[in-house]
């Protein structure tokens, strides 16, 4: 073998060993990597129990009950009693009474309906400006006389109660969910004590939420 050839081999095996002795390094480099990595997101800890070190992306915060205590009490101003509301002073009917004073005391009144009570104070149904105005039908059609005519033969029973021990945010609900203009409001005995509408519902919220929402701005 020539010197050339010689000379040319040595320069070869010189080069393989120096991109070894680099393949070595970043081999070694790389695993040194992966181990930090992993003694990150597995910790042994002192009990010897294996914790993540990785983030829960639906944390949700842990309250005590002393800290759910204060954020309902904090909230228990926006539930206002309906009692604070309501109508008690109402115009009631008996099942007994002339239609047409019932006509006469809504616009009188400028209101659009009433609870029937019986002889025992209980609600036994409602009358309103829809149910007078089947007077007018039933005398232009049927040709029956009104001027005898009973509330019991025109008032309903569709009527939805309410408990005494309700809230505004309760009252708001139901007149969200259904078509009732009005609420009856009934005690524990089953009497009626009262009535809220969706206009005293406005009130509270003119009167309790609205200063709250501007002292917020």
Known sequence: MDQSRQDHLLRFVGVRSSLRVVFVVLLWKFSLQILILISYVNTITPSGIVSSNTFDMNFKPKFTKKDSAEKK???AEYFEPITKYMATDLITFTPETNVIEVIRTFLNNKISGAPVLNEKKEVVGLIDDKDCLRLLIDSVYHNEPIANVKVQS???SVMKIIDVN???VDAAKIFLETKY???LVINEDGKLIGQISRQDILEAIDTIYVPKWKSKT
Do not use: I, Q, S, W
Request: aromatic share 8%.
């Open 181 to 183: 203009k009005r609420l």
């Open 73 to 75: 009490d904090a909230g």
């Open 154 to 156: 025109y008032m309903t």
């Open 166 to 168: 309700a809230n505004v």
